[in-house]
């Protein structure tokens, strides 16, 4: 069985607030492109990973592995399953790679073990392993609060090419959440303006009020992010974000004549594409 396991990008990230539990109170709004990892599940004796990525981790410490450790022990199912990931989504990137993984692996392990979960009830298991993977089982577009987990999908009306470029940094998501100071946020992103204009399609009013609140402070830890943005402007895209704690950053529907200059042109260590909205 093979599942492609589409990434994320955020249109619009803001923090509200810092919960008693650590976790931070969010409202944004999230997109899957058709940037995929597959992944490829055959039954086993037990559970078994492989990548062909070096350096992601094969054991409990991969999202994917704990994900069919999970349904393994809620379903009450012996079975092994052999996960194989052909990675194209850059690791840490902000696109929820892991999770998108992780979810695939729910998805797929439901239907390889014939269990019959509801999509509503894979979600449900997902928030166990990540905010961000019930919305990985979802797909589309849909506004995000609480810790990421209270969806409510959004029908969009936009059917936009994604140009995106990943620079090989380190980011520490949590480092960036702990050093936000949720209560000197000036420039909050406009939420339901951001939802409405994607409802009507418009991708101007769009550009004019997105945002992503974790950008200043990686910006100001990692400059490499601000080269990125820069090599943006130097083909006339101006409308730029970054997606989640970085340190993509992407912009929409670049003019066709650019995009091979562009992607020509980045540094050989920094990931670029093309891709687009996949919508459900």
């Given at each position: 069985?093979?599942?492609?396991?589409?990434?994320?990008?955020?249109?619009?990230?803001?923090?509200i607030a810092r919960r008693p539990?650590?976790?931070?109170?969010?409202?944004?709004?999230?997109?899957?492109?058709?940037?995929?990892?597959?992944?490829?599940?055959?039954?086993?004796?037990?559970?078994?990973?492989?990548?062909?990525?070096?350096?992601?981790?094969?054991?409990?410490?991969?999202?994917?592995?704990?994900?069919?450790?999970?349904?393994?022990?809620?379903?009450?199912?012996s079975k092994g399953v052999k996960?194989?990931?052909?990675?194209?989504?850059?690791?840490?990137?902000?696109?929820?790679?892991?999770?998108?993984?992780?979810?695939?692996?729910?998805?797929?392990?439901?239907?390889?073990?014939?269990?019959?979960?509801?999509?509503?009830?894979?979600?449900?298991?997902?928030?166990?392993?990540?905010?961000?993977?019930?919305?990985?089982?979802?797909?589309?577009?849909?506004?995000?609060?609480?810790?990421?987990?209270?969806?409510?999908?959004?029908?969009?009306?936009?059917?936009?090419?994604?140009?995106?470029?990943?620079?090989?940094?380190?980011?520490?998501?949590?480092?960036?959440?702990?050093?936000?100071?949720?209560?000197?946020?000036?420039?909050?992103?406009?939420?339901?303006?951001?939802?409405?204009?994607?409802?009507?399609?418009?991708?101007?009013?769009?550009?004019?009020?997105?945002?992503?609140?974790?950008?200043?402070?990686?910006?100001?830890?990692?400059?490499?992010?601000?080269?990125?943005?820069?090599?943006?402007?130097?083909?006339?895209?101006?409308?730029?974000?970054?997606?989640?704690?970085?340190?993509?950053?992407?912009?929409?529907?670049?003019?066709?004549?650019?995009?091979?200059?562009?992607?020509?042109?980045?540094?050989?260590?920094?990931?670029?594409?093309?891709?687009?909205?996949?919508?459900?």
């Amino acid at each position: 069985m093979i599942i492609s396991a589409p990434a994320k990008i955020n249109l619009a990230l803001d923090v509200i607030a810092r919960r008693p539990d650590g976790y931070h109170q969010v409202d944004m709004v999230m997109q899957t492109i058709e940037l995929a990892d597959f992944l490829t599940l055959e039954p086993a004796v037990k559970i078994e990973l492989n990548c062909n990525m070096p350096g992601v981790p094969l054991d409990e410490r991969n999202l994917a592995w704990r994900a069919a450790r999970l349904i393994q022990e809620i379903s009450g199912v012996s079975k092994g399953v052999k996960i194989n990931i052909s990675k194209k989504i850059p690791v840490a990137a902000g696109l929820a790679g892991g999770s998108a993984d992780a979810a695939a692996v729910l998805i797929g392990v439901n239907n390889l073990w014939e269990l019959g979960l509801s999509k509503s009830e894979l979600m449900e298991l997902g928030v166990r392993l990540g905010a961000d993977v019930p919305f990985c089982i979802m797909r589309g577009t849909a506004r995000a609060r609480g810790i990421g987990e209270e969806l409510t999908p959004v029908k969009t009306a936009l059917k936009s090419k994604v140009l995106l470029v990943t620079p090989k940094v380190p980011i520490a998501t949590g480092l960036i959440y702990q050093k936000l100071k949720v209560d000197e946020i000036r420039d909050h992103p406009n939420i339901p303006g951001v939802v409405t204009a994607l409802e009507i399609g418009d991708l101007k009013r769009l550009f004019d009020i997105w945002g992503n609140v974790l950008e200043t402070v990686v910006l100001k830890e990692n400059p490499l992010v601000l080269q990125v943005k820069d090599y943006f402007k130097r083909f006339g895209l101006n409308y730029t974000l970054m997606s989640g704690s970085g340190p993509t950053v992407f912009t929409l529907d670049p003019p066709p004549e650019i995009v091979e200059p562009f992607l020509g042109g980045l540094p050989l260590e920094w990931f670029g594409c093309l891709t687009e909205f996949l919508n459900q």
